[in-house]
C-alpha cells in the first residue's frame, strides 16, 4: 500500500514549507515540509526540492506502516498513520498502544489514541492537536 493524496494533504496542510532551515518545537534543524535528515543551520533549498522530499519522508513513514502494521488496514487507516509516523517517528511509535490497537484490530481504541500524540518537548502543541483530529477523523473514515 502507498500513502494516497490524503496523506500527502495531511501533511502539507499541517506543515507549512520553509525554503530556509529553521529550529522546530524541539529545537531540530528543519526545512521543506518538515524534512529533518541532514539539515544544519543555515541550510536553503528549492520548492522542488521540499517537494521531492515530502515525497521521499512521506515513503520513508509509509515503508515503516507498513513493516509495523501487521494486520489489514483499508487506504485511510494507512493515510492517517503514515502522516503520523511522517510527524512522530517510528521509533516512539512501534511501542505505543496506537500500534498496539491497530494489531489487535481495536480501531476505535486505537482511533482514540491519537489526540494523545499531541506534545511536543513536554508541552501541548494546538497545532499537533489539530493535526492529531485530523488524522482521527481519516483513520475513522471507511
Known amino acids: 500500500m502507498q500513502p494516497s493524496q490524503n496523506a500527502f494533504n495531511l501533511a502539507t496542510q499541517f506543515e507549512s514549507c520553509y525554503l530556509e ?8 534543524w528543519t526545512i521543506g515540509f518538515g524534512h529533518t535528515n541532514g539539515v544544519q543551520q543555515g541550510d536553503t533549498c528549492t520548492q ?3 517537494d521531492q522530499w515530502l515525497q521521499d519522508d512521506m515513503a520513508d513513514a509509509a ?3 507498513t513493516r509495523l502494521v501487521i494486520t489489514e488496514i483499508n487506504q485511510n487507516q ?12 517510528h521509533v ?6 496506537l500500534l498496539q490497537y491497530v494489531n489487535a484490530r481495536q480501531f476505535g481504541a486505537a ?5 494523545k500524540w499531541n506534545h511536543s518537548g513536554g ?19 471507511q
Open 78 to 89: 494507512f493515510d492517517a498513520l503514515s502522516d503520523l509516523f511522517f510527524n512522530v517517528g
Open 48 to 50: 522542488e526540492q521540499a
Open 123 to 141: 508541552v501541548v502543541l494546538l497545532g499537533l492537536t489539530r493535526r492529531r483530529l485530523a488524522e482521527q477523523a481519516l483513520f475513522n473514515e
Open 21 to 28: 532551515s529553521y529550529q522546530d518545537s524541539r529545537d531540530i
Open 111 to 115: 482511533a482514540n489514541e491519537f489526540p
Open 92 to 97: 516512539e511509535l512501534q511501542t505505543s498502544h
Open 63 to 65: 515503508n515503516w506502516v
